[in-house]
């Protein structure tokens, strides 16, 4: 299993741009989520999903769209790139009955000059 | 609203055990887990506690109190390539949010 995986690695776009991180994962995980990560700092949850075609906001969606068209994956839309956005973007999956035993993919950095 | 605390920053000698809290206030709780990640690298899990009292993993050990909102890892024989950060968070629902991490330097 290739697990969780994410692309691009890094990224780097002009004041707004619009782009779409790109995640997917071979786990036949019900849940998804998207995190974005500053430096020094937890990460904090952008969106969520519990299975395909259902989504819901986390604690930091605006400027940011999810979609969940099937299981395995669950890109992350942005919508019009602000320099605020500058940072490291997790996406994550776990099992239902587990959904707090998440599985990350390696992460993309983005730069918004 | 969500708030969790961890101490920024940890050193402990090669072999030695080192406890890293984490106290939080949340509306709504259905458990703490606790994260490591390596510098450059995703967060990978380590334990989950969603009643209280002592989960052992190995080396690792994780402890909960819900009555007092605090929790803690303990990591046993610390190795060199324990250095990292670990962070905890709680889960509200499907929602799950971190604290900023505790840099643990393991000193040979």
């Known amino acids: 299993n290739a697990g969780v995986t994410q692309t691009p690695k890094f990224q780097v776009l002009k004041t707004g741009q619009s782009m779409t991180l790109q995640c997917a994962q071979d786990m036949n995980h019900e849940y998804m989520s998207w995190y974005r990560q500053d430096p020094g700092m937890g990460l904090r949850l952008i969106h969520y999903?519990?299975?395909?075609?259902?989504?819901d906001q986390g604690e930091v969606p605006n400027g940011y769209n999810v979609s969940r068209s099937t299981t395995e994956d669950f890109p992350l839309r942005l919508l019009s790139a602000a320099p605020s956005q500058t940072s490291v973007y997790f996406c994550a999956s776990s099992k239902t009955e587990t959904v707090h035993e998440q599985y990350f993919g390696p992460g993309t950095r983005l730069t918004v000059t | 609203g969500q708030s969790l605390e961890q101490p920024s920053e940890v050193t402990a000698v090669e072999g030695a055990i080192v406890q890293i809290n984490c106290t939080y206030q949340?509306?709504?709780?259905?458990?703490l887990s606790w994260y490591q990640q390596h510098d450059g690298g995703a967060p990978t899990f380590l334990s989950y506690?969603?009643?209280?009292g002592l989960e052992e993993t190995g080396r690792f050990s994780s402890f909960l109190s819900r009555s007092d909102s605090y929790g803690y890892l303990l990591l046993q024989e610390l190795q060199m390539k324990d250095s990292a950060s670990y962070f905890c968070a709680v889960g509200n629902f499907n929602k799950f949010y971190f604290g900023s991490g505790t840099k643990l330097n393991v000193k040979p």
């Open positions: 506690n969603a009643l209280d």
């Open positions: 999903s519990v299975g395909a075609g259902i989504t």
């Open positions: 949340t509306s709504g709780f259905y458990g």
